[in-house]
């Protein structure tokens, strides 16, 4: 009896331990956690009142080029298949994170900053073709708008580069225990961006484009 009144405790302080180390996890994920979700938030309000902006400014020619004649629908189709395939490659690096692949995830955070750098140069050449048009944001409110919005987007996508690059290092050298919180904060900030870029492409260039 001595034998089974001595073991019978010990089952359940090994499982007050492990669930007291899951909550000062957590305590100390929260925090952080809590104020990135507040930057999206404020992030999420600048994009919107930029796209309020384009809105009031969108027909705004003062004599200058309309947008049916200054935007290539295939070329921005192109653009926007290549951000959001980098999402899901994304997505792929944060599977191989949850199963433990360091390789894997470095791999994937590679495969996905090389779609968004690619998204990048398109919007750099389609800039430079505008410009060298006659485009530029000081012909119209309407381009001064677009430029705005579009070139702000584009400022925040080359953030996430770096920020990609950096986590592709960190992983290495720390590995993914220490890395997960920060890569889980990249992810919902490259997700942000995607998102705003279809309704970029839905309401500055599909709508815009139509006669």
């Known amino acids: 009896m001595s034998t089974s009144?001595?073991?019978t405790p010990a089952e359940p302080t090994f499982y007050l331990i492990?669930?007291?180390a899951h909550?000062?996890?957590a305590a100390?994920?929260?925090p952080a956690l809590l104020g990135f979700w507040i930057y999206l938030m404020s992030d999420a309000l600048i994009f919107a009142t930029l796209f309020a902006v384009y809105g009031v400014l969108a027909t705004s020619y003062a004599g200058g080029p309309t947008p049916q004649e200054l935007f290539e629908l295939p070329l921005i189709a192109l653009n926007t298949a290549f951000l959001l395939i980098s999402s899901i490659t994304y997505g792929m690096a944060m599977l191989d994170m949850h199963d433990g692949k360091l390789r894997g995830v470095q791999f994937w955070l590679g495969v996905t900053a090389l779609f968004g750098a690619c998204f990048v140069g398109v919007e750099l050449y389609e800039f430079s073709n505008l410009i060298a048009e006659g485009a530029t944001p000081q012909r119209s409110a309407f381009l001064s708008g677009f430029f705005t919005l579009v070139g702000t987007h584009g400022l925040h996508v080359s953030a996430g580069l770096v920020w990609i690059g950096v986590m592709i290092v960190q992983v290495g050298q720390r590995g993914l225990v220490e890395s997960?919180?920060?890569?889980?904060?990249?992810?919902?900030f490259w997700h942000l961006l995607d998102v705003v870029w279809i309704g970029v492409f839905t309401f500055?260039?599909?709508?815009?484009s139509l006669p």
């Open 180 to 188: 997960r919180r920060r890569l889980t904060c990249l992810g919902m």
């Open 204 to 208: 500055v260039y599909l709508l815009g």
């Open 28 to 30: 100390h994920a929260s």
């Open 5 to 7: 009144h001595d073991t």
């Open 23 to 25: 909550d000062t996890d």
């Open 18 to 20: 492990e669930e007291d």
